[in-house]
Nanobody, 119 residues
Framework: QVQLVESGGGLVQAGGSLRLSCAAS????????MGWFRQAPGKEREGVARIMWSGGHTYYAESVKGRFTISRDNAKNTVFLQMNSLKPEDTAVYYC????????????WGQGTQVTVST
């Protein structure tokens, strides 16, 4: 079955860095656009970053541009989110998302990983 397993979350001080990973299985990873979303307490889930199936195009929320970098390794079925210069407002549960560009009804979510940035 389809699985997206996030890892790499944790507690970090403001200004620090974390690298999230999402290991995918159960579908043809290289055919799917991949993204990272986050949800802070009391807030709606929001898109953070997205990378196209080929890895050729990436998109970022304005709030993370210049600080976060999304990448993927299609040989290892893994997508990454490098997060630098972290701020307390980056505190949230981060979710990995997969979406088939040919039919967006085929999309999957991971279980989430907590990122907490302390002052």
């Amino acid at each position: 079955q389809v699985q997206l397993v996030e890892s790499g979350g944790g507690l970090v001080q403001a200004g620090g860095s974390l690298r999230l990973s999402c290991a995918a299985s159960g579908f043809t990873f290289s055919d799917y656009d991949m993204g990272w979303f986050r949800q802070a307490p009391g807030k709606e889930r929001e898109g953070v970053a997205r990378i196209m199936w080929s890895g050729g195009h990436t998109y970022y929320a304005e709030s993370v541009k210049g600080r976060f970098t999304i990448s993927r390794d299609n040989a290892k079925n893994t997508v990454f989110l490098q997060m630098n210069s972290l701020k307390p407002e980056d505190t949230a549960v981060y979710y990995c998302h997969a979406e088939w560009p040919s039919n967006r009804n085929y999309n999957y979510w991971g279980q989430g990983t907590q990122v907490t940035v302390s002052t």
